[in-house]
């Protein structure tokens, strides 16, 4: 319904739900809290593979 203001079936505006409506949170894994969180493990996993990549292959161990 490219175009229009107002809901063909309804005859309502959409304005989305309320400003912090918590009705709908259900687990929180995309609020700002968690995605902050995943970036900083991720930067974690990162520099631990930078650092663990400066050691010899026996050091780390094979998997043997």
């Keep these: ?3 229009r203001r107002r ?3 309804h005859g309502g505006r959409n304005p989305g739900p309320p400003l912090g409506n ?3 949170l ?3 894994l995309r609020s700002a809290d968690h995605t902050a969180l995943k970036h900083m ?3 974690l996993l ?3 593979d ?3 990549r400066q050691f010899p292959i026996d050091v780390r161990g094979t998997g043997d």
Excluded: P
Aim: overall charge positive; proline content about 0%.
């Design 1 to 3: 319904m490219k175009g």
């Design 7 to 9: 809901c063909r079936l």
């Design 22 to 24: 918590k009705n709908a």
């Design 26 to 28: 259900k687990h929180g």
């Design 41 to 43: 493990i991720a930067e």
């Design 46 to 48: 990162k520099t631990s």
């Design 50 to 52: 930078e650092t663990l």
